[in-house]
């Protein structure tokens, strides 16, 4: 949903700098400009230097020359939870490798599993990716990346009566990363339902271990109303280990 006031956002974080992510980066300093949101600045991870958004480096913008998991695994927990993540389209599942790296160093593992359940929603468009993720979709038809997802869908002219976000939320063990449209068509991931997201898990984690149970299967997705990625993983306790004598 569009905001109708100003709010306020220290940091953007690009996953990547294609041409797609440079002209989001020109609506956000047009949404700002609009007096719609404000920010101190822009950081873009992406391995090329010379990426697309690179003509837009200046004193508020930085690319981060390094890979997603990498710059993840190193710094999005030390990011305040007033920042947002910028997904890219077509990017692997980067927040579940992300969750999997930061539970491991609180001990416990999180590992993608085979699809031995029915998965928490299941819309018309449903397919599995290559490293094994589900991607599901409630459009039939090819939308715009900047779409914002309105209530009324610009492209049946009815009501949009589904959400995948909310879908795979109150769905049993399911977990989903909300991204929503912020303003002038960039959709995000507010940090703080990230960190809520992985603090929920690492309590459900505390309790198999407190409860001695050896694992415990979940669904970890990315979502927005109408597309979707995610997978079934496996929690379980990380071995301790040997005392050295």
């Known amino acids: 949903m569009t905001q109708s006031a100003s709010i306020h956002i220290p940091t953007f974080v690009f996953i990547g700098g294609p041409l797609l992510?440079?002209?989001?980066?020109?609506?956000?300093?047009?949404?700002?400009?609009?007096?719609?949101?404000?920010?101190?600045?822009?950081?873009?991870?992406?391995?090329?230097?010379?990426?697309?958004?690179?003509?837009?480096?200046?004193?508020?913008?930085?690319?981060?020359?390094?890979?997603?998991?990498?710059?993840?695994?190193?710094?999005?927990?030390?990011?305040?939870?007033?920042?947002?993540?910028?997904?890219?389209?077509?990017?692997?599942?980067?927040?579940?490798?992300?969750?999997?790296?930061?539970?491991?160093?609180?001990?416990?593992?999180?590992?993608?599993?085979?699809?031995?359940?029915?998965?928490?929603?299941?819309?018309?468009?449903?397919?599995?990716?290559?490293?094994?993720?589900?991607?599901?979709?409630?459009?039939?038809?090819?939308?715009?990346?900047?779409?914002?997802?309105?209530?009324?869908?610009?492209?049946?002219r009815s009501d949009k009566w589904w959400s995948l976000a909310t879908e795979l939320k109150v769905a049993d063990r399911s977990f989903a990363f909300p991204c929503m449209h912020l303003a002038y068509g960039v959709g995000t991931i507010p940090l703080s339902a990230i960190f809520d997201i992985r603090d929920k898990i690492q309590g459900l984690a505390s309790d198999l271990a407190a409860q001695d149970r050896p694992d415990e299967e979940v669904w970890i997705g990315t979502a927005s109303h109408c597309h979707a990625l995610t997978a079934r993983a496996r929690l379980s306790k990380l071995p301790s280990p040997c005392p050295t004598l």
């Open 21 to 156: 992510h440079a002209g989001y980066v020109t609506r956000l300093f047009k949404a700002e400009k609009a007096g719609k949101i404000t920010f101190d600045r822009i950081v873009i991870i992406d391995r090329d230097p010379n990426c697309a958004a690179a003509p837009l480096v200046g004193d508020r913008l930085r690319i981060d020359p390094v890979s997603w998991d990498e710059w993840l695994a190193a710094h999005l927990s030390s990011c305040s939870e007033a920042d947002h993540l910028v997904p890219y389209h077509w990017a692997p599942h980067v927040l579940l490798e992300w969750l999997s790296t930061d539970l491991q160093r609180a001990g416990f593992s999180l590992l993608r599993t085979p699809h031995q359940s029915d998965p928490p929603a299941r819309p018309p468009v449903f397919r599995e990716t290559q490293a094994g993720d589900l991607a599901m979709s409630y459009a039939e038809w090819l939308c715009p990346p900047a779409c914002i997802e309105p209530a009324l869908c610009p492209h049946t």
